[in-house]
């Protein structure tokens, strides 16, 4: 060892630190121990520091390699080159006297080389493809081994052939290497060049820099980590649940800095590694920790390197090959515990050969020499070793190829965790490096080393431990750029010195001397090809017997390492291998076994085990006694039963209920956010899907080519009734009609499809709905088919038909895909949008149960939660003795693969098992408790229902050859034990049907009452209560549903080594299952297992030596009963060890009476127990106990519901149960099965009591037999509780993106989970997806496509057919609309007419005729049912003549609507899209929304005293319309057509629309109205709404109402729209004047409509072609607007006529009311306005309610024509929101909430009443219709009397009848002198009234009056002027207001009486 410098390794001194380290560990409970090497070294160096500061700065410029990082926080300095002399060279690769340098130039020129020196490549960073050529004194260069090079240099160039440069600074100016920093030798000359034989000089090895890797690969951060990285998951206290001891320092253990002496200045590398050497052993506390292990989940160490403290100190004396490096972090090769393992582990040679002038020595290995693999290899190590290729190069393998497997798996992850995430390159972080090879390699060791003993690595483990590594190292940066952004000069943080490849070997070595060699380093000096070697030598020697893993390193002089894995473990080995299988390669392998027999071997083996020879015999031997007299016992009791139920009649079992088919709450969930998908796609601006278009729904549901899916599928499409509802099928349909709607996806699938394309083509107003369920099944891109098109026709059969671009593109399909596991369709490139994922709800939402059902799902959640402790017997369990028997069996025989040895063992299981159920109890031994337990559950389960119901077994053989090898052996076992009749076995093959026997099939046919002769079982749930083993083949389950009698789902056979998450979820899947919510259950799951013989448990299973391994608990035994652990034994029956603990789901809510006893002395004894009902009438010490399978005995809760209550006369039966407690935790833990005694020969076996195995199947869930491997991986759980398993790849058909990725959580909802797959998974080539553009940009999403996920057997099916009939009725409804349907009131008060039409059939009024026309002042709008009547002459209206009146609020509620099929000529909303009106809309791309400009139009208005001031909104594509100064310019009018025109291509009346509160639901779309003819349309808004209504209707005229005008009424809107028209008239005359067009030939009239016109219609009549005849028949249709516009317009003397309108239309039009053609009455809702007549007609700005009415009277009052086309009438829709409801009337105060009745709407003056925010007028209109019977108390239901209204119609409800007169001069009134009035209402009168025309009207004594004035003032002027005292009597309190605000200028109202 010869150097004692400080710090040095000294054996004892190394030993006692790691002794007390260990004992530090054990004791610890800190969570970051301390590890060892800093004992060693870190005080030591802090002494040096002191002693030896002075020394330190010796020649710290020439040589002070790492000090850039050393300073912690200080900013790199940046070299300053000095200027180059003037007029030299400064090209690059040429020297500063302009010679060429480069090798390339040089490489076959003569070069004149001093003895002494030799010939170097220096590395321009330039030039980074070229070495410069430099000859350098070879004295300054290092030896081989990377020491003795003099400080300092002597160097030429080569090129000028310039000597004796004395420093590499001056050098480097001179052949321009152009440095940013410090130049440095060790840095830039890289590479010795040699002359090869031909003379040419070329690159050879690299210069042996000793560190140089190190110092070449630094950066500021350092490229390892400075903080030890925690556990993977740090549940308890590390040193007592960590899975192995973790170094840690105690504060008490002294240290090492007083003891040291001096030390050396190494930087401390510190590595924590695993169980820690004792000694040379395993410490006694580590075997014991291994032994009780609780966790097997891998744990990562803790490494951490420590900083140097300072820069090495100088030496010019070499360093001897075993003493450190003090320049560099090394460990030293020679270290003084390094003897131990260097003789076993690492080949340490010395590298051979001097570098001289003359050669240069070659490695003797040459890395491309191939190495062989030894013949015999699988025979010696009954192996395949899988070797895994890790960093650099690895070397050619020949020879016996056939027993290795080279897998590149470890290669990619070390590259991919080499990848720096680009969450981090947003950064800019440059001083973030990726993880280091070395500590790659070393993180790999330390994981390797810590798995246990039946453990297999997993590459997810290992990239989580890079990850988290690496975060860890670079946890600052990260924070910092986090928090800010990147400065320019970030501070460098403290450097850490990361691990080199010289330590590397040494540290792996370190960690693995702790695994008892199940880890072995080899270490090689020139290539792996010598270390592959060395580990195929130690092979063949058996020296790796215990070995699982041999890491082979190569660290040479070369900077990068060389290394790989190799995997020598039998078990590990054979599963890797065969996870590296394709499933078409495992199945080709297993046919291969099986066609070629080599599994004969395997057979015969077996037949050696039975004592008494071949099974086969005892087989034999077994039916020959028992041919004839199949009388025992055991089978007697299921035959003869089934005979009596022959001749018995109808059987007894009640538990046997076929579910009628209904849908649950969750799938009516589901469908409808289906639906409301649908809307949102349609309802989105990118007109991806008009739902408006299409009329019916068709479907087609994919699916997987199983014939039982299918069958499954066409039963589900049947019963559902969809294509009835959807009209698709009539009432008796068949089944091939059915089968239309089903595609299998197999070789006949694309006919079917075709035909299904063309039909989708053929029917554009269809909406087709593509289901694919079973999405996740074939992804394969349909690129590989065509690849391989002589392959399976299937393949890639999916992507051919859904993707193809006739569905892509067809507007009329929607695909659906629907599956349980879509993380393969949920990558960076899907198809599917994020916002079309649909995800089954979860039933618990904060506690809350949002769709309460009778009935729990149990998925894998719950499985797993039952496994979890508490839980008496988990659902999920393993079979330790068959997996015992598998790994044996396994190293026998290597070559076969272990699905073969897996199905044989389980069948032997299954065989041996029905033989001991069938009384060859010495069978027993030859199976395992979990199979018995099965068979006799099968076997005996139909003799406790009177019907011979019983339970099924699920066999899963995915291998369809296996399953057949299965199904012959158990059916001939089953055979020779005559058990056919007792219970089935069905060979299950996805591509054929199910075939069962016909005893069978007769029996399904009794209990499901079917009488076709002809039926078969088609689908498994047909097999509900049939016992049965059911063999389900197939590489995949294809979503194949089970029945609930299924009990046992035995996945022992699942390709355990294909681990990817849909795979697994998939397989366990099956048992997925609906408990009853409603029974309490027993706590635990029950099985039925019965008790067998003592001896009889003791089968070959090895669970002695597993106990260590299985985690268990260990547990007391005695030497005759053999006591089975309870953690994964299924046929054990221990009794809940926590009584109080939850249990499996919510479901499951029994109350326990199991309560734990105290502890007695070296026992636990329990409470005494209730006995189960098979155990009535025991004595409590009885031998012949049950075996206590029910799990604990319950006592039930009496609860209210029907739950069956067990036997009250049960006895209590005393049992005692053996406990240990372990050292690692109190909790009791039960020990296995109580045994019983022997069961008698004759088979007499003690039932349970007789009852149905299907009552218990309704209320449990079935249990779960897996492989160990996934067991572990479905039951470990990481940190955040999350299954290990749900973090697994997702599918074989991605990758993850980046081995940076986030870990998944257990919090993490469907939808984030779809997003993280998303973002860190992209599909592999052969994906369908791999071609879909980049990563989530929008346009890469089809708009079409949806996805519904939910967990399997949830109803996915019944969800998305419940989805089909709800969109079938929504697109109906879409295609409907409800309008009005009421009949006209006041029909027998109208005035009839002495005078009719001669002709019925007059297409036009007469005018002539029509003046005569009296006009029916009565209201027959239905609209105005509670408005008051207007009487015209004396008449005596009896009240009864009005129908009952209905409370104001039910107005709107009770009127009556009728639902109407949309016509081609309706009016639409927003909501509707086509083709034909995108235009029109202003979607299309060539009308842009900002396409519309704003113009201000004023004019001048007398009456309200000022200018008005309107904005149009004037799209650019209506502009020419309008007529404008200039192109641009003022707006001067709007263009009108003439009297004369007779075009038919347009409407010449302008039509103007007041809305409010409707720019959604309004219906402004008039182009199929019009029929696509020209028209102006204006839509009429408020200011407020202007912004919302253009964005709806970009496309549309918009006039803006003045802010003015913002809380005003519909009153206002009219009042404009008619005085802007006029104006208009007006402009447009003068204009056209002009032109020479007379005025009066100007087109008058406008249309004023309301926003819910939808639909128009008109009469025919048929007079039988006398034209004359008063009788006629009539038929009604609907039209379109433009004709009924077209045909008014083209009206005879129409300009003579002011207002036209139509009738409202009713389905309960009588012929009376169309009888005459035209009638002179009111017109509401859609009127043809004549401007020009109307001049001095206004309507009143201030109305809100009934101003249509008021303009009507005011029309006929000055003498107009009102004319009504009764043949016309206008649907009226229902529209709920908006027009005058959307003002609500509050109160002022905001804090006062209360609602406000009308009669609060007028209050006395100055009273302290509550004020409304609300228009006065609007108060004084509501409270008149609800409460002017306080103005008017005499007019109350007196018609004769009614009240007079002067000028102004207001409604004052419908018990008061008024009468209309106006003021104005020469108006037409009626005749007054008749009527006595009851009451006069005086409203805003102007100067016409005055009071000798009020003297006119006669009043009766009492009637009362109400003036109403818009001040206090006013109002007293008004009675003055009006001499209103003198008749009537006025008092002061009879004044009110309107309840508003002074500043919201209240109305005034005066009442007073009649004198």
Sequence with gaps: MGNSYAGQLKTTRFEEVLHNSIEASLRSNSLVPRPIFSQLYLEAERHLSALEGSSRVDHEEEEGEGEVGLEPNCPPNTYQMLPPPEGCCTTDGFCQAGKDLRLASLSSEPIDVPAGFLLVGAKSPSLPDHLLVCAVDKRFLPDDSGHNALLGFSGNCVGCGKKGFCYFTEFSHHINLKLTTQPKKQKHLKYYLVRSAQGALSKGPLICWKGSEFRGRQTPAGSCFGSLFAPLDSSGPLAASSSEPTPGVNPSVPTAAQQAGPASDHPSLTAATGPAVFNGKDSPKHQQLVKSKLSATPRASALGILTNSGPPKKRHKGWSPESPSATDGSYSQGGGNRAKYESASMSCMPQVGLVGPASVTFPVVASGEPVSVPDNLLKICKAKPVIFKGHGNFPYLCGNLNDVVVSPLLYTCYQNSQSISRAYEQYGASTIQPISEETQLLLTVYYLVQLAADQVPMMEDLEQIFLRSWRESHLTEIRQYQQAAPQPFPPVPGAVAPVTSAQLPWLAGLAASSCNDSVHIIECTYSLAEGLSEMFRLLVEGKLAKTNYVVIICACRNAAIDSCIAVTGKY????????????????????????????????????????????????????????????????????????????????????????????????????????????????????????????????????????????????????????????????????????????????????????????????????????????????????????????????????????????????????????????????????????????????????????????????????????????????????????????????????????????????????????????????????????????????????????????????????????????????????????????????????????????????????????????????????????????????????????????????????????????????????????SNQIPLEKGVCGEALESDTEKLSSTDSEDEELATEGSTSEKRSPVKRERPCSHDSASSPLSSKASSKSAGSALCGESSAQPGGPSQGEQARTPQPCSPSEEGRAPGDKQRLRASQGPAVVHRHSPGPAPQPDSSLRTGQRSVQVSVTPSSSQLSSSGSSSSSAVPAAGTLILQASHCSLTKACQQPPVVFLPKLVYDMVTSTDSSGLPKAASLLPSHSVMWASSFRPLLSKTMTSTEQSLYYRQWTVPRPSHMDYGNRAEGRVDSFHPRRLLLSGPPQIGKTGAYLQFLSILSRMLIRLTEVDVYDEEEININLREESEWHYLQLSDPWPDLELFKTLPFDYIIHDPKYEDASLICSHHQAIKSEDRGPSRRPEDLYLRRQTARMRLSKYAAYNTYHHCEQCHQYMGFHPRYQLYESTLHAFAFSYSMLGEEIQLHFIIPKSKEHHFVFSQPGGQLESMRLPLVTDKSHEYIKSPTFTPTTGRHEHGLFNLYHAMDGASHLHVLVVKEYEMAIYKKYWPNHIMLVLPSIFNSAGVGAAHFLIKELSYHNLELERSRQEELGIKPQDIWPFIVISDDSCVMWNVVDIDCGGERSSREFSWSERNVSLKYIMQHIEASPNITHYALIGMRKWSSKTASGEVREPFSRCHVHDFIVLNVDLTQNVQYNQNRFLCDDVDFNLRVQSAGLLLCRFNRFSVMKKQIAVGGHRSFHITSKAADNPMTIVPAQYICAPDSKHTFLAAPAQLLLEKFLQHHSHHFFPLSLQDHGHPVLLVDCYLNLGSQISVCYVSSRPHSLNISCSDFMFSGLLLYLCDSFVGASFLKKFHFLKGATLCVICQDRNSLRQTVVRLELEDEWQFRLRDEFQTANAKEDRPLFFLTGRHI
């Design 572 to 1075: 590990q080995a054979r599963i890797l291998s065969e996870s590296l299988l394709t499933p078409a390669e495992y199945q080709k392998e297993v046919n291969y076994e099986l066609v070629t027999g080599k599994v004969d071997s395997l057979g015969a083996f077996f037949s050696t085990l039975c004592p008494e020879g071949d099974i086969d015999i005892l087989l034999d031997k077994f039916h020959q006694e028992n041919q004839g007299h199949i009388s025992s016992s055991l089978t007697a009791s299921s035959v003869t039963k089934s005979a009596s139920l022959d001749v018995g009649g109808a059987p007894t079992c009640t538990s046997y209920t076929l579910e009628p088919h209904h849908i649950r709450p969750f799938q009516l969930a589901v469908a409808q956010k289906l639906l409301s998908h649908v809307c949102s796609i349609a309802d989105s601006s990118t007109q991806n899907l008009d739902l408006g278009s299409f009329e019916k729904v068709d479907f087609l549901i994919c699916i997987p080519p199983s014939e039982v899916t299918y069958q499954q599928t066409l039963f589900h499409v049947w019963h559902s009734g969809v294509l009835l509802e959807l009209g698709l099928e009539k009432e008796h349909m068949t089944k091939q009609r059915v089968e239309q709607y089903v595609l299998k996806l197999d070789a006949e699938a694309q006919t079917k499809f075709k035909s299904f394309l063309q039909n989708s083509f053929q029917n554009p107003h269809t909406l087709f709905v593509l289901i694919h369920d079973h999405a996740h099944w074939d992804l394969v891109s349909s690129t590989v088919h065509n690849l391989y098109s002589q392959s399976d026709p299937s393949v890639g059969l999916v992507d051919r038909l859904l993707n193809c671009r006739e569905v892509k593109e067809a507007p009329n399909i929607v695909t659906l895909h629907v599956t349980s596991f879509p993380y393969a369709l949920q990558t960076q490139h899907t198809l599917i949008s994020p916002y079309n994922e649909i995800h089954w709800p979860a039933s618990y939402n904060n506690g809350a149960d949002l769709y309460p059902e009778n009935k729990k799902y149990f998925g894998l959640s719950e499985f797993i939660e039952s496994t979890l402790s508490g839980h008496s017997l988990p659902l999920l369990r393993y079979d330790s003795s068959f997996e015992a028997m598998v790994t044996t069996l396994g190293k026998r025989f290597p070559r076969l693969h272990s699905a073969v040895i897996r199905t044989f063992v389980l069948v032997q299981h299954y065989a041996a098992a029905m033989m001991a159920v069938s009384g060859l109890s010495q069978m027993k031994n030859y199976t395992s408790v979990e199979t018995l337990e099965i068979t006799q559950n099968l076997i005996n389960s139909p003799k406790q229902c009177p019907c011979g119901h019983g339970l099924m077994v699920l066999l899963r053989v995915p291998c369809s050859p296996l399953a057949a090898v299965a199904y012959e052996r158990l059916a001939h076992v089953r055979a020779r034990l005559a058990l056919e009749q007792h219970f089935e076995i069905i060979l299950s093959n996805p591509s054929s049907g199910i075939t069962v026997g016909k005893h069978f099939v007769k029996q399904l046919k009794m209990w499901q009452k079917i009488e076709d002769a002809e039926w078969r079982p088609q689908t498994y749930l047909e097999l509900e209560g049939l016992p049965c083993i059911l063999i389900f083949s197939g590489m995949d389950p294809h979503g194949e549903s089970l029945p609930r009698s299924l009990r046992y789902c035995d996945l022992r056979l699942i390709n355990s080594s294909c681990l990817v998450r849909t795979a697994l979820e998939q397989e366990l899947g099956l048992a997925a299952y609906f408990v």
